[in-house]
């Protein structure tokens, strides 16, 4: 195993470095490793930070795009799941609407807005039936349908751990 960085690497973790060094300081440097869905302390100095990140494209969407060692993995169509179907550009509308979404992180409105920026297509409709408690009903437009296994991935990466979801691909008016 290799474990020396080729110049695109080295010329990478650089570029993180300065900066993170440029970027990182005052009161964001004071936030530390701390944060996550579940961590409210120093909340309006998160937000203030995701904005920072967001303006200068520095967001986590690795999950999305890249090939990873886990079960969310596994599309049950056979599609490969780390191939970012809806393409680059769609990639770029998702990174553009980062801060939008972090706004609405754990909510159907911040689900809707990033399957929609990613999909590029309009009308996604999530509901939790009253006979099924910690469940999602996620119903994507059937314009969506190339990009199931992003759909899918999005769906399970992003709704909360206690629940289950199910997708599914509807004609406009169907329901």
């Known amino acids: 195993m290799d474990f020396l960085d080729t110049s695109a690497e080295a010329a990478f973790r650089d570029e993180v470095r300065t900066w993170l060094s440029e970027h990182l300081v005052g009161e964001f440097a004071e936030l530390g490793g701390g944060g996550g869905p579940s961590d409210e ?17 520095w967001v986590g969407l690795d999950w999305l795009v890249a090939d990873q060692p886990d079960d969310l993995d596994a599309d049950p169509d056979g ?16 990174v553009a609407a980062g801060y939008a979404m972090a706004q609405w992180r754990g909510t159907d409105v ?30 994507a437009p059937a314009e969506a349908s190339p990009h199931a296994a992003v759909v899918r991935r999005i769906v399970e990466r992003m709704k909360p751990a206690a629940t289950t979801a199910e997708v599914s691909f509807v004609d406009p008016g169907e329901s």
């Open 110 to 139: 911040g689900l809707r807005l990033l399957l929609t920026a990613a999909t590029g297509a309009a009308g996604f409709v999530i509901d939790e039936p009253a006979d099924r408690p910690f469940h999602l009903v996620v119903r």
């Open 79 to 94: 599609v490969d799941p780390s191939t970012f179907t809806p393409g680059v550009g769609r990639l770029r509308d998702v």
């Open 41 to 57: 302390s120093a909340w309006e100095l998160r937000v203030e930070w995701e904005k920072v990140l967001g303006r200068d494209r």
